[in-house]
């Protein structure tokens, strides 16, 4: 799958404006502030999700007058040697979504996933494992979505769910209301840790036998309802889990699938990520987000599209001629920034300066 071009209209500081991509490497330049990220921000609204900078979409418009304006992402994208239009705007004056469209049939965001997925590297994510394991965790749940859209209506059932539990329980309401929360919370979170597992069980496999220049990697889960899994059905550990909540019932803080914790694993050195330098830890990632890439290949039998912001600041010289090597060996479409054009100088690719 790769994208051929997207046309912007008052996204951000872009009024209108269209960008073409080579099917191989593209790689988008200029100073800080000209628009680079955005564009790779909008290119990531083509499938589902609400962009990789999670930014509230009424903040999203171009601003001209005091007013963000209703903003609009368009891109033709190719899977499977068919061509696709997909289209998705916002408008805050006429709903609280967006909207998205594919050959200008309206469409869940889940049916986008069906036809352009990405895998993502921004600079951001270079402290993640250090940042706590709520932000480690939000990152394994974004790659989790990819490989399994349907993950996304479960987070947010979820968290929903836990956020009447906690209103109930500040208020004081009967425990019938709580007993209720306390099974759809059960069914949730253990449909949430189940996902989980089997996104971990699919992606060690890919890890494992993953020869690359970058280090072997594996990734773990721990949690209350995982390690139920590890040993019981499913439908017995949603039992036990409601059980557990329905005996802490007066208490809002509680455990479950939102105090899971990810830990990816050095497995020469046998440390997780936390533990490792901060140069390992850029390239533990690489070698996570390049398993990402081969097991999405497996199941669509296509690679999906790398977003590469800020390319020159993730790793050195050698590093960086590494991951361009592994890359051309996927043969994944690869959309970079950075801020000179010189990147990867040796190698044929499109330039096109920004701004």
Known sequence: MYVQEVHLFHYRNIENKKYSFDRDFSLFYGENGVGKTNLLEAVSFLSQGNGFRK???????????GQFLPWSVSGKVVYKDISFEIKTH?????????????DCKKVAQKELAERI??????????????EGSQSTRRLIDSMIRVFDPAHKERMMKYDQLLKERYALCEKEVCSAWLGVNARLLAE?????????????????IILEGNQTYFPSVSLRCEGMIEKELETKSALDVEDLYESYLKKNIGYTTVDGAHRSQFMLYHQEKKLPANLCSTGEQKTMLLSLLLGQIKLLESILGETPVFLLDEAGAHLDLKNQTALLEELKGLQVQTIMTNVTGDLFQSEKMQRVQVG
């Open 188 to 204: 949730q979170g253990v449909a949430i840790a189940v996902a989980r597992m089997d996104y971990i069980r699919r992606i060690n």
């Open 55 to 65: 930014t509230k979409l009424e903040e999203i418009g171009y601003h001209k007058g």
């Open 117 to 130: 997925r990405f895998v993502i590297l921004t600079p951001t994510m270079d402290k993640v494992f250090t």
């Open 90 to 102: 916002y408008d805050k004056t006429k709903t609280s979504l967006r909207e998205s469209f594919i």
